[in-house]
Structure formats: C-alpha cells, structure tokens
C-alpha cells in the first residue's frame, strides 16, 4: 500500500523530470554522519506533506525518511530554487506538445489565512486578520505560468507587472522558446493608464475591465480558466491555511503545486 501511495503521488514521469534537477547530496567535510535518505522518497514525503496538509511532525515512516530529514531537504532544495525549476520543466514539456496556448495571459490573486510568518499583512476583507495572498498567472486555458506570494494587505495589482516580466522562457513545438503572449487578461483590480501604457509598450493587447463599464458577465467568459486553476491549487491542503513561518517555504510549496497542477495536463497527453 505505501509503495502505492508513493507511486500515485510522485509517478515515475514527474520523477524522470524531478531527478535530474534535485541537487546532489553533499557528504560533510569532517566526515561521518548517517547514511543519506534516497532523494525520492524525501521528495515524496515532501509531496504529502503539500496535499495533505500534514505538519512535518507527523509525517508518516512509511515514506522511509524522519520528519527532520524531509524538512531539512525540503529546505535545502528551496534555497536551490528547485520548486521553480521543476515548474519551468514541466512547462516546457507542455510547450514541446504545443500544450500551451498563448493568445492570452490571465492574472488574478486569492487570499488564505496564515498563522505566522513573513509576506503576511492584514485581509482587508477578513476583519484584518493575518493572511498572505497568492498571484498567479495561466495561460489562455488556464495552465499556470507563474506564481508569487505576498501579504494579504497588498493590492493585487502590485504583482502585475512582476508576474508578467517573471514569466519563463518556454519551450514551444516549433520555433525559438516563447515568453511573450498575446493578449493579457485580467478584472478590474488592475486597472490603470500606467498598467495600459505599459502593456502597450511590451507589445502586449490589454484587456483589462475597466471599472463601471465592463460587465461581470463579458469578464467570466475568460476568467473562469483561472479560477478554476485557483480551485485546483486549493486542493493541495497545505496552501489553504498558511502555518510555514518563512515566506519562501510558502513560495516553496506554492510553486511545487503549480509544478504538479501543470504534470497533472502533461499526463494526460502522454496516456
């Protein structure tokens, strides 16, 4: 049962594209020390840790690694900057199918509680209490491009142009890598001369609602994709509620769900 689990969290396909980027294990210089856990199963536990919601505590043995163990290398490999690299790879797979559909871009944010931390500030629309919130970027269908944390007092369109100018070179069917889409897509929150200037000037065709004369109804049309694409990453139990006290490991875990939400699209076309 548990080889089962580990297999139906981390599949042999995410692990072919994981393990080439995972850092390698560094003995100490002095000497000594423990016999290193195999990289999958930290990986793993570290996936179970995201969809579960589990706090490292309780990380079951069946995953063969201690609960300081698969924190200290969940650690390590976000400093490395892994989560994002994994992204940005399964995204290029996705890209090398001609997955990716780039006539246009949509933004959006959601907030969640968290319980301590940095990149938190009071939700103006939960009586202030302490939450971070979470940007996020797709594609034309929804498949998530990039992503970023802040706290939940910072206006949503403070991460428009970071997430746009944050957006990985792709790979593409044909052709030189893509980074560039169409169209950028996104409600009334960002709304702005300067965000439309801006776009303009990158080229890009804003398509942006503009308070008091857009329908909500001609939005949703669009933006539903990435709603939906919230709703999934919300799936993922550790990012409903926020409990990591560094802002990064939050970023850690964010990331690594929009890594899974995008392989989770590549299964499918490899079946």
């Known amino acids: 049962m548990a080889v089962d689990l580990a297999r139906d969290l981390v599949p042999d396909g995410l692990w072919k594209i994981a393990a080439p980027l995972i850092p390698p294990f560094r003995p100490r210089p002095q000497g000594g020390g423990t016999v290193p856990v195999a990289d999958r199963k930290v990986f793993t536990a570290v996936v179970y840790v995201l969809t579960s919601g589990c706090a490292w505590r309780y990380l079951p043995p069946t995953f063969g690694t201690s609960p300081a163990t698969a924190h200290r290398r969940f650690a390590a490999w976000t400093r490395a900057g892994l989560w994002r690299r994994l992204h940005r790879a399964v995204l ?26 940095s990149l938190t500030g009071p939700n103006p629309v939960d009586r202030g209490k302490k939450g971070s919130k979470l940007h996020v970027l797709s594609e034309a269908q929804g498949i998530l491009l990039a992503v970023a944390v802040s706290g939940a007092n910072v206006h949503d369109s ?21 980074r560039r889409p169409v169209k950028v897509r996104a409600d009334k929150a960002y709304y702005s001369a300067e965000h439309l200037a801006w776009l303009r000037s990158q080229g890009l065709i804003p398509r942006i609602a503009r308070p008091g004369i857009e329908s909500g109804e001609r939005l949703g049309r669009h933006r539903w994709k990435i709603e939906r694409s919230i709703a999934w990453l919300f799936g993922y139990r550790r990012l409903t509620v926020r409990y990591e006290r560094k802002g990064s490991h939050f970023l850690a875990f964010l990331g690594l769900a929009a890594a899974l939400t995008c392989y989770k699209k590549l299964a499918k076309l490899t079946t």
């Open 92 to 117: 290029d797979e996705l890209g090398a199918r001609g997955a990716l559909d780039w006539t246009s871009a949509i933004i959006d944010a959601a907030s969640v509680r968290a319980k301590r931390g």
């Open 158 to 178: 403070q991460a428009f142009k970071p997430l746009l100018l944050g957006l990985p070179a792709i790979r593409s069917r044909r052709g030189p890598r893509r």
